[in-house]
């Protein structure tokens, strides 16, 4: 089995608490291991996770808002003390280069490690990963921002029974699978007939925006959402004007959207009780629902069930 997880650093907005690291979050999606928006200490959250920064493979900032990006230096520095081997892929929004070319060269250090550097400058950039693709959608925010989300396609899967009953083995399968039919007795099978849908996975990231399309674009029936609530609905004007979310906003685009696992973060440390972004969302979201907490891991859901093909 191959682990989807998604292992939470930090969800404080703004400023760190006493129960909250800044904002930080790693995705783990098979080969890929992907680090979201680090803030300050992400590195040293990172020690209590397993995960190391030899493993990353990428690295997603959505804004150059300190709370999403101030754990850049360390961790950029953090990728050449460890030797890491490959290239650690990085995106931002392209109208940041200036801030991620700072936070790049903060201090002196000696680099070893390749960054491949792909910024995000067109709404709906598709960045072709092996697992899928990986889409960044424009958010509303006073400085440019973009959301990611991670789209696997459908596959398909083979029924050993019916691949039977056709007295299909060996190499024929294959042949089928590849070409979508193969011809036998004089009668053509096709791969409808001997196969489900598999369907693929979906992960989102919506983090620091107004309510907008992009929000809806990017939780369309996710599997898994991380979407900000920096606040509750007692603040819907305040956060209108931020560009931020309140938990009831997010809980119903999700709700909306055919999400499955809601994962709330980036919470103003205004509210004492996290108890309250649950009971608001839960007003208006029915799925599984999380208050995210430093170093949780949630797992992505098992996939939908297959549909006859
Ligand atoms: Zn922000």
Request: aromatic share 6%; with cysteine.
């Amino acid at each position: 089995m191959s682990m989807r997880e998604l292992v939470v650093l930090g969800t404080a907005s703004q400023a760190p608490t006493r129960q909250r690291n800044h904002n930080g979050y790693l995705l783990r999606w098979d080969d890929e291991v992907i680090l979201f928006d680090p803030g300050e200490g992400s590195q040293r959250q990172m020690l209590h996770t397993g995960i190391t920064a030899t493993d990353l493979t990428r690295i997603c900032v959505t804004h150059f808002h300190g709370d999403h990006c101030l754990g850049l230096p360390g961790m950029i520095q953090r990728l050449s003390l460890d030797r890491v081997p490959r290239p650690v892929a990085v995106h931002f929004p392209a109208g940041g280069a200036e801030y991620f070319a700072r936070l790049r060269h903060a201090s002196s250090f000696y680099e070893t490690a390749e960054l491949a550097v792909e910024p995000i400058d067109a709404d709906g950039q598709r960045i072709t990963l092996g697992i899928g693709t990986l889409e960044a959608r424009r958010l509303r925010h006073p400085i440019e921002t973009y959301g990611y989300r991670l789209v696997e396609p459908d596959g398909c899967r083979m029924l050993p029974e019916r691949l039977a009953a056709y007295g299909i083995a060996g190499p024929d399968t294959g042949r089928l699978l590849r070409d979508g039919h193969l011809d036998r007795d004089g009668r053509r099978v096709t791969r409808d007939e001997v196969s489900v849908v598999r369907p693929g996975q979906r992960f989102a990231f919506v983090m620091d925006t107004g309510l907008c399309d992009g929000v809806y674009a990017l939780a369309e029936h996710a599997d898994l959402l991380v979407i900000e609530s920096t606040f509750l609905e007692s603040e819907a004007a305040l956060a209108a004007e931020v560009g931020h979310l309140t938990a009831g906003q997010a809980a119903r685009v999700a709700a909306e959207s055919g999400v499955r696992t809601l994962v709330l973060t980036h919470f103003s440390q205004r509210y004492a009780d996290p108890r309250r972004f649950h009971d608001e969302a839960r007003e208006h979201f029915t799925g599984d629902l999380v208050v995210a907490e430093d170093l949780q891991t949630v797992q992505v859901p098992p996939r939908r069930v297959p549909s006859p093909g």
